[in-house]
């Protein structure tokens, strides 16, 4: 059986080689394994009138090219929905990116707004400063007087009708719990005030006092005013001036302290070792205080800086020896920040004052309606020891110091001759008109303050650092 197969494929394959001659590659033999995996010879010759035959089954090699068809279909949807998935984030990436574009140009257009609003306002502030140049070398034109009406009956010296701006008004103790300002208190202009407290200058009957050389007594005279130096730049048109009288260590007697005040942020204190050095303009330490200074109220006493912190009613002792804050504490009830100055203006709402009688703030309350508040304080603590209302308008008055516990006040800062023209005597809470010469040289006096130990008044006048020599007396 195995012989006759073997001899029946000798000659098919015998055959196949004869018709090659003449076929050459229209046969072909063919060897592959059958279902059942045992080898199987086939011969296939093509077809001279058929191109092509439906295929009646598939082999080996047609599964696997079905299997590699099945492969190349599963990637080619994968890469397509890759495509798609790339397509959705990159039209989610451009409506980001044009979102960004649009509120970039819509920023641009913010800060080119910007840009011109600050261009505008620093073309406002080149045309006010112009202008606060050219007021200030106009001389000023003051008004007519106006009319005062004299009704006031609680407060009559001893001759002459009363000032209609002094109210007679009981002392007062600390205590006052009003609110900080009162719609019903109308105070006008620092031009018609200073007007109306020359106006209302009446001469005082002083009986026979004599001048005393050492201890307290009444004020009788104000020398001429004693330029030592005057202020280099716009910064020291206002400022204060002092000398410790009751100095400590590391600083001497000899020791002055100046603060030019013009600024939004008043923080410098200059100190120079002699009244010479100041003369010259070489100081010889600069402190730079924690806090902003408020206008030109600050003394120094015991060794600290006492002084107003800038928009508030906060009263700061400032150490000079450990170049720090040693006290801090707000006076009860105080205006401040342009409620109750001087006739000046400058914010001078809360002044300091030292005499032989220790430390004192001179002030308004809304309580009070304008009227200077004298409070004493604890020098250490700041606390408010005893407090008195005056009646006497702060609005009213240039400005005003303490000697041996009487407040006195100056009628007019601008006034080449003008007059210390009231006082208030803390011991027996009682006030009066007075009229003690005062001189102006400057014309703009923005700061006066008494030094107990050399027994003079220190001011600042239009950047003039000036000194007065004063004399007191008792009565016979």
């Not at 979102?99 to 641009?108: N, P």
């Not at 002055?256 to 008043?266: H, L, P």
Request: aromatic share 8%.
């Amino acid at each position: 059986m195995i012989s006759s197969t073997m001899w029946t494929l000798t000659i098919v394959w015998i055959s196949s080689l004869l018709m090659s001659t003449q076929a050459q590659a229209t046969a072909s033999l063919l060897r592959g394994n059958d279902r059942s995996g045992r080898c199987q010879y086939s011969f296939t010759v093509a077809s001279p009138t058929e191109a092509s035959c439906p295929s009646v089954g598939s082999g080996p090699e047609m599964e696997s090219l079905k299997s590699r068809l099945g492969v190349l279909e599963v990637l080619v949807a994968r890469l397509a929905g890759g495509e798609a998935q790339r397509t959705v984030a990159g039209t989610g990436l451009q409506e980001a990116y044009n979102q960004a574009m649009g509120e970039k140009a819509q920023l641009q257009q913010d800060k080119d707004r910007l840009s011109q609003q600050v261009a505008d306002l620093q073309k406002r502030v080149a045309e006010l400063q112009k202008e606060a140049e050219r007021l200030r070398s106009r001389p000023c034109q003051q008004p007519p007087p106006p009319t005062i009406p004299q009704h006031d009956t609680g407060l009559r010296p001893a001759a002459g009708p009363a000032p209609s701006h002094m109210v007679s008004r009981p002392s007062r103790t600390q205590g006052d719990t009003s609110s900080l300002r009162d719609p019903s208190w109308q105070y006008g202009g620092p031009g018609y005030q200073e007007l109306k407290a020359e106006v209302a200058e009446v001469p005082a009957l002083t009986p026979g006092l004599t001048e005393v050389t050492t201890g307290c007594g009444e004020l009788l005279y104000v020398g001429e005013p004693v330029t030592h130096r005057k202020a280099d730049s716009i910064a020291g048109k206002y400022g204060v001036w002092m000398q410790d009288s009751e100095p400590v260590a590391p600083y001497g007697p000899g020791m002055v302290w100046r603060i030019d005040s013009v600024g939004s942020e008043v923080r410098q204190l200059f100190g120079y070792e002699d009244m010479e050095q100041l003369s010259r303009g070489f100081p010889t330490k600069v402190l730079l205080l924690p806090e902003a200074v408020e206008s030109t109220g600050a003394t120094m006493y015991r060794g600290s800086l006492y002084y107003q912190r800038r928009r508030s009613r906060t009263l700061i002792r400032y150490d000079l020896a450990s170049e720090s804050v040693a006290a801090r504490r707000d006076l009860p009830h105080a205006g401040f920040h342009g409620q109750f100055p001087y006739s000046w203006g400058g914010y001078t709402d809360i002044d300091f004052a030292v005499d032989e009688e220790g430390l004192w703030v001179i002030y308004s309350t809304n309580k009070a309606k304008g009227a200077i508040v004298v409070s004493q304080l604890d020098p250490h603590s700041l606390e408010v020891k005893r407090s008195w209302e005056t009646n006497i308008r702060k609005t009213t008055v240039a400005n005003a110091f303490l000697i041996c516990g009487r407040l006195y006040t100056v009628a007019s800062y601008t006034s080449p001759n003008t007059t210390v023209n009231y006082s208030f005597d803390t011991a027996t809470s009682q006030s009066k008109a007075i009229s003690v010469p005062f001189k102006n040289r400057h014309r703009y006096n923005s700061m006066i303050d008494y030094n107990p130990t050399q027994r003079k008044l220190f001011a600042w006048d239009n950047f003039h650092m000036v000194s007065y020599d004063i004399r007191l007396g008792k009565k016979q």
